[in-house]
């Protein structure tokens, strides 16, 4: 199963539609999905209060982020998909990513040695951002701020799609190259996994 996450507040946005996209390659290639969109579920930032090291899941709060933890642990792809919002991911996709914290487990020594316990079972992401300006600068560290994490907690990277120049709501339907390419790289993760 494929998790296709997308953390814009704007329903039916460049977010909505490039996520979509990946999603009818998802289905191309015969791949289950489920679509998650950010926005719809009432989630806390994480609050480092450390009960997820003991009880190896987030229980400090009862909220959208316990129904997303099964998601998560059911699949073996994801794909994560951001506006830039001042040069980073969104809050929302900032919260959701701090609230992996809990699949990590540490030892007692010093320097701390982590692992997480979404390694190892061949997990796959790509990554998406989408920024206003032309510039690739201007995507700042939205892109890193998704690989980072990702990589640590055990997914192996698959593509990585920078979109530059968009910011009007559903703008990027215009632009029939980038969902193309969506649509490949969202059949290319689906495969990979099969």
């Known amino acids: 199963m494929i998790l296709a996450i997308e953390g814009s507040p704007r329903k039916g946005g460049n977010s909505h539609t490039l996520l979509a996209a990946f999603l009818d390659g998802v289905a191309e290639a015969g791949a289950a999905y489920r679509a998650v969109h950010l926005r719809d579920y009432r ?3 994480c609050a480092g209060c450390e009960q997820c ?8 709060f009862q909220d959208g982020m316990t129904l997303l933890y099964p998601l ?6 994801l794909i994560l998909v951001t506006p830039v919002h001042n040069y980073n991911v969104t809050a929302w996709v900032k919260a959701f990513i701090d609230r992996l914290y809990c699949f990590y487990d ?6 701390r040695g982590w692992s997480s316990r979404l390694a190892g079972a061949g997990r796959k992401a790509v990554i998406a951002a989408i920024a206003e300006q032309e510039d690739p600068e201007n995507l700042g560290v939205a892109l890193p701020a998704m690989r980072l994490p990702l990589t640590a907690l055990g997914y192996e990277i ?11 709501r559903g703008v990027i339907a215009k632009h029939r190259h980038l969902l193309d390419q ?13």
Do not use: M, N, S
Request: charged share 35%; proline share 6%.
């Open 72 to 77: 998560i642990q059911e699949a073996r792809g």
């Open 106 to 111: 540490f030892a007692d020594t010093r320097p």
């Open 182 to 194: 969506a649509r490949d790289l969202g059949r290319d993760l689906a495969q990979g996994l099969l």
């Open 43 to 45: 989630f806390e930032p």
């Open 53 to 60: 090291r003991r009880d190896k899941i987030c229980t400090r």
């Open 158 to 168: 698959a593509a990585e799609l920078p979109v530059l120049g968009l910011f009007d």
